[in-house]
């Protein structure tokens, strides 16, 4: 399965795709047993509720890398999976009305890693952050479980980044990008569950690719465009259009990462009673920024 070079797309040679299936197979091995069988496991419905959420999604992305599939069976799928997962959670004593809330955060955090998987190296170097914020956030509130669980997502994410970074030997594929959304949303989800205030620094960790998915979306759809069809207007798309190279785009991402989502995820966990207006903050002020280096790459054209 080889990825060719077009006007959609960012790559200039030829390169395989799919390579993702690492990942899953990662995944798939590793979860029931860490869930399981680390101190404060969580419960075998709910870990068998993602393992089936995870075949699911990578099921229908590995399809879709093969031969196109349409995105109604592909979204089925992918609803479906959330549905089982979510279901999983409310079988364990989550309030029922969470339901349609988490299958459409579950729905939009597979579909915008799919869309924000455009230059080498990218997703893999946030889900390999993301993962590991998760599991410190874990750690620090004694859930070992959770916190091995997001930590392999990380040290599967970096054995994939070092094929993929650029120049990517291999592409990641929607069943690596599908997947790697899905994992995030679970694990989220999960620290969610286990204490409610671990959703606000958790989604700050998320921020960056949050924030130009949607926005990106927004705009399009404001314009008239057809906004689920292929395209280069994600700010990464840009700042390589204006000439960044490739890990130059993805060091724009870890910089906000690193300087503006770390040190407000920790003042949102260490000051629980401030940290959804913190939350808040940090996508306003991502909003900002995303904004800001838009249109310093349009006022280049």
Known sequence: MLD??????????????????G??????VCLPGVLLGTAAPLPPVMVAGLWVALLLVALAGWWDDHRSLPILPRFGAQLL??????????????AWWWLPPLLLAGAWSINLHNFMDGIDGLLAQQAMFVGAG???????????ALAVASACLAAASLGFWCLNRSPARVFMGDVGSGSVGLLIFA?????WRANTVLLWPALILSSAFAVDASLTLVTRYLRGRRWYSAHREHLYQWLVRRGLTHAGGGMVYMTWNLLFAVPLAWLAWSHPGLALPITMGAYVWAAGLWLLLKRCCLRRT
């Open 187 to 191: 694990d989220t989800a999960m620290l």
């Open 23 to 28: 990942i899953v197979l990662a995944g798939l």
């Open 134 to 144: 998760l599991a410190l956030l874990a750690a620090a509130s004694a859930q070992p």
């Open 4 to 21: 060719h070079p077009g006007q959609r797309r960012s790559h200039t040679l030829p390169t395989p795709r799919g390579g993702g299936i």
């Open 81 to 94: 999976a959330v549905l089982l997962f979510a279901i999983a959670m409310g079988v364990q004593g989550m």
